[in-house]
């Protein structure tokens, strides 16, 4: 092995590849833990998803060290290029997608399959990273913020029209990214707004919703009724918000939950705020069959994934103890309840470890962003930081009923190459990247 070759593999950040062998390592753990049976003649059977992913990690570490021989520059020069053709790709996934579930996600060559907007995400970041780092990118400017936004919303809107919603929200985390690098605060309050919006909307009938929206407007105006005597900037703003609030709430939230939702999903999110689906969102079911599904569809899954970790108790069950994930109580326990199988086996401890395993991770990410010389690397290492900790938040709470099931993986423990594939080449990425954090990368 040459010197140089030595020497960039002594500059690779130990930390985050051990974490990252951790976590696939117990990720693999408890597959293995809700597939195996007594039954089994062998651990080796290439049939179960363990072996599987085993497989995957195979491929996902040749990959990687592809990636730490690679020249670093080489991501920067051509991140605008691999993401155009991932839109590309992306485009193709449209209208000739494999329809797994419902969705149109996957593209199938011969018994291969793989979805490319789980590896999309690498490229997004990418491409932010790349277009943050140019000379001429201010952005203090509305342009280059509307460029940011349309680079990271781009694959949403096409993962959407896939039909795959779940994944399509992932996207939304690189505004925190745009946040870092000088998103106005009033963006992020007009986001948690929309969201305070959303959620009032189902909860409040829209005559009613109506007039509490006009009722607090008049009420802010008579609190700064001075200011607004002085600056007509404020009486258009409070205007501008009212009427925003007041089309959102009336006509874009109904629209989205008739038209772009899924029946699923509807009764998923209203699920997990505690009410009944209303009438008007009930999409295509026979009369009497509203409940019934409902109960079945999401309710089941999440009060069988309470049941297996709140069973675990303070030390869990034991590994192979799992009496709800064995049995197969729980839906897809080897990919989105993965983290049933954890909380059972090892009970509160081994959540708790596995959780600072995860905080660990994303903090010596952030660690690596802030130190580097290089705007590319700082920027594509929060992006990185950003989409672990939406996966992980989003899976984590849905499990534990404090988000609706939308499909979101935890980051690689749940089964799927594509997952476990794209994971791994955002962390390979970012490691070859410090390993060149004296580097000027543009």
Not at 17 to 30: D, F, N, P, Q, S
Not at 270 to 277: A, F, H, K, L, P
Not at 389 to 411: E, K, Q, Y
């Amino acid at each position: 092995m040459s010197t140089l070759r030595k020497t960039l593999f002594n500059r690779i950040d130990g930390v985050v590849l051990l974490l990252y062998i951790l976590l696939v390592t117990i990720g693999i753990m408890a597959i293995f833990s809700v597939e195996h049976r007594t039954t089994d003649t062998s651990i080796i059977m290439m049939n179960k998803s363990y072996m599987r992913q085993v497989v995957w990690l195979g491929y996902s570490l040749f990959i990687g060290f592809i990636i730490i021989l690679t020249d670093s520059k080489f991501f920067s020069s051509f991140a605008f290029l691999i993401y155009t053709a991932c839109i590309a790709v992306l485009i193709i996934t449209i209208f000739a997608g494999v329809d797994v579930k419902g969705s149109r996600s996957w593209l199938g060559i011969g018994s291969f399959r793989f979805q490319p907007g789980e590896i999309a995400k690498i490229f997004t970041a990418m491409a932010l990273a790349k277009f943050f780092s140019l000379n001429e990118t201010n952005f203090k400017k509305l342009r280059d913020r509307l460029i940011a936004s349309a680079i990271a919303l781009a694959p949403a809107i096409l993962i959407l029209l896939q039909k795959e919603t779940g994944l399509a929200l992932v996207y939304f985390c690189f505004f925190l990214v745009m946040y870092r690098e000088g998103l106005p605060n009033a963006i992020l309050l007009i986001g948690f707004g929309a969201i305070a919006l959303v959620l009032t909307s189902l909860l409040i009938n829209r005559v009613t919703l109506a007039i509490l929206l006009t009722v607090f407007t008049i009420l802010v105006a008579l609190l700064i009724r001075q200011t607004l005597k002085r600056k007509i900037a404020a009486r258009i703003i409070l205007i501008s918000a009212w009427l925003f609030s007041m089309l959102f709430s009336q006509f874009a939230v109904p629209f989205v939950f008739k038209h772009a939702l899924q029946k699923h999903q509807i009764e998923r999110i209203y699920s997990m705020i505690g009410i009944d689906v209303p009438d008007e969102y009930n999409k295509a079911l026979a009369p009497g069959e509203e409940k019934k599904e409902r109960t079945n569809s999401s309710e089941y899954n999440v009060l069988q994934s309470k049941i297996a970790i709140g069973s675990g108790g303070l030390f869990g069950k034991g590994f192979l103890n799992g009496t709800s994930t064995k049995n197969q109580f729980v839906p897809e326990q080897n990919t989105d309840f993965i983290f049933c199988a954890v909380g059972e086996q090892f009970g509160f401890v081994g959540s708790a470890v596995l959780i600072i395993l995860y905080i660990s991770l994303m903090l010596r990410v952030i660690y690596l962003g802030e130190r580097q010389r290089s705007d590319f690397t700082r920027v594509y290492a929060y992006c990185v930081a950003c989409i672990l900790f939406f996966h992980f938040a989003v899976n984590i709470s849905m499990t534990i009923g404090l988000a609706p099931v939308i499909g979101i993986t935890l980051p690689f423990l749940s089964y799927g190459g594509s997952s476990l594939l794209s994971f791994s080449i955002l962390i390979f990425i970012l490691v070859r990247l410090d390993a060149d954090r004296q580097v000027l990368i543009r």
